[in-house]
């Protein structure tokens, strides 16, 4: 069973910073691709990252290159999204999600989800 849980979220001017956290109540967190999405109002949800089971691979939508880091700690359970140079069209709801097949961008290839954290970015 995966259960994951957003932390981290919140309000902060362009330019700022902002750490999320997902962790996993499971025991098989280290045998899941993890994923970073997001969904803006009257958006689709979007791509931000990705990570390999083991961390070392990750991927990143062309929108945050250079600004976010993936990153995991299976001995946590943790995933993390560490957010930088912020801009006001980063503001969404940010969810992180589980999948068994390789890493990739695409929502349906992820099987679970988090209920999601608000990040706002002013301008």
């Known amino acids: 069973q995966v259960t994951l849980v957003e932390s981290g979220g919140g309000l902060v001017q362009t330019g700022g910073s902002l750490r999320l956290s997902c962790a996993d109540s499971?025991?098989?967190?280290?045998?899941?691709?993890m994923g970073w999405f997001r969904q803006a109002p009257g958006k689709e949800r979007e791509f931000v990252a990705a990570?390999?089971?083991?961390?070392?691979?990750?991927y990143y939508a062309d929108s945050v290159k250079g600004r976010f880091t993936i990153s995991r700690d299976n001995a946590k359970n943790t995933v993390y999204l560490q957010m930088n140079s912020l801009k006001p069209e980063d503001t969404a709801v940010y969810y992180c999600?589980?999948?068994?097949?390789?890493?990739?961008?695409?929502?349906?290839?992820?099987?679970?989800w988090g209920q999601g954290t608000q990040v706002t970015v002013s301008s």
């Open positions: 999600a589980a999948g068994v097949s390789s890493i990739a961008s695409v929502p349906s290839r992820y099987a679970y």
């Open positions: 990570a390999s089971r083991t961390g070392i691979s990750t």
């Open positions: 499971g025991r098989t967190f280290s045998s899941y691709v």
